[in-house]
Nanobody, 121 residues
Framework: QVQLVESGGDLVQPGGSLRLSCAAS????????MGWYRQAPGKQRELVAV???????NYADSVKGRFTISRDNAKNTVYLQMNSLKPEDTAVYYC???????????????WGQGTQVTVSS
């Protein structure tokens, strides 16, 4: 079982910055890809950014050049640095992780509880 604890959500003015963190703990053999998704009121959950175990990244077009995803494999933690925030970035941000419970087990995906990011003046 994996637990994901997100932190860093807050109220920030347009143009401001925030850094989200998501730490994985629990019983697992390895964590592969980790990522951030977001869900605004009345909208579907959408990908923000993902990062592979080797550091390969992928971003939604709407955040390219403004957001940076990174990870610390020793701490099983993924970060999302968000700069030049816009009101349309307002959403609940969810962390997820693909993990294995054993060397040859299949990948499972676990989601965090979410952290609120509000961009408003």
């Amino acid at each position: 079982q994996v637990q994901l604890v997100e932190s860093g959500g807050d109220l920030v003015q347009p143009g401001g910055s925030l850094r989200l963190s998501c730490a994985a703990s629990g019983s697992f053999f390895s964590i592969n890809g980790m990522g951030w998704y977001r869900q605004a009121p009345g909208k579907q959950r959408e990908l923000v950014a993902v990062i592979g175990i080797g550091g390969t990244t992928n971003y939604a077009d709407s955040v390219k050049g403004r957001f940076t995803i990174s990870r610390d494999n020793a701490k099983n933690t993924v970060y999302l640095q968000m700069n030049s925030l816009k009101p349309e970035d307002t959403a609940v941000y969810y962390c997820n992780a693909d993990y294995r419970t054993g060397r040859f087990s299949s990948l499972n995906t676990y989601w965090g509880q979410g952290t609120q990011v509000t961009v408003s003046s």
